[in-house]
């Protein structure tokens, strides 16, 4: 059955992948699927509770759940009675909806797909820089971005004469949302 977890990611639970022509169950009982949205790119997780025979899995992604292209494989464990989970990252995407879906390979040639897992990417469309967290703080806090499009991203901390205490980001980065961690401490490590 298909459900939203409470992070908002969408999955499927529990469910038997069937072999249509056959109508025999596949060697492979697939636990669960998901896709979250991390910055500019979609993670994907699957458990299996247990594999006969499970060659791997190719990854297709769609944008009209229509036509689905392979972007990728992920070897099975073969033949495995305990749970086993995979990971399968889909990265640097433009804003807008994907769909996902498994296409589970057996040793013999047979397979089959999963269900379908719709995801949605909103890319920022400014540049921005959050507040830090906690604030105040003792030894540590956390600062967040976010960046609209590609390019040279810099975060300088200055104390309350103007002086530079330390530099926390200075590099090209891609469109997304950071998160950088200070320690509180100036470029000297004090």
């Not at 190719?58 to 972007?71: A, E, G, H, M």
């Not at 926390?168 to 891609?174: G, P, S």
């Amino acid at each position: 059955a298909e459900y939203i977890q409470g992070d908002g990611t969408w999955g499927y639970g529990i469910y038997t992948i069937i072999n249509i022509s056959t109508t025999t169950p596949v060697p492979v009982e697939l636990s669960s699927f998901t896709a979250k949205v991390v910055n500019d790119g979609v993670v994907l997780q699957w458990m299996t509770h247990s594999e006969i025979n499970n060659f791997g899995f190719v990854v297709q992604r769609s944008t009209d759940n229509l036509t689905f292209l392979k972007i990728g494989f992920v070897r099975g464990k073969g033949t495995i009675s305990s749970p086993c989970f995979y990971r399968f990252e889909d990265r640097h995407l433009p804003s807008r909806k994907y769909f996902y879906r498994l296409k589970q390979l057996d040793t013999d040639g047979m397979f089959e797909y999963s269900g379908v897992v719709p995801v949605t990417i909103n890319n920022p469309t400014t540049n921005e820089l959050a507040q830090n967290y906690p604030n105040p703080f003792n030894t540590r806090t956390v600062i967040g971005f976010q960046l609209a499009n590609s390019g040279k991203a810099k975060i300088d901390i200055f104390n309350l004469s103007g002086q530079l205490v330390r530099t926390l980001v200075n590099e090209h980065k891609r469109a997304g949302n950071y998160v950088v961690l200070w320690d509180g401490k100036d470029s000297c490590g004090s």
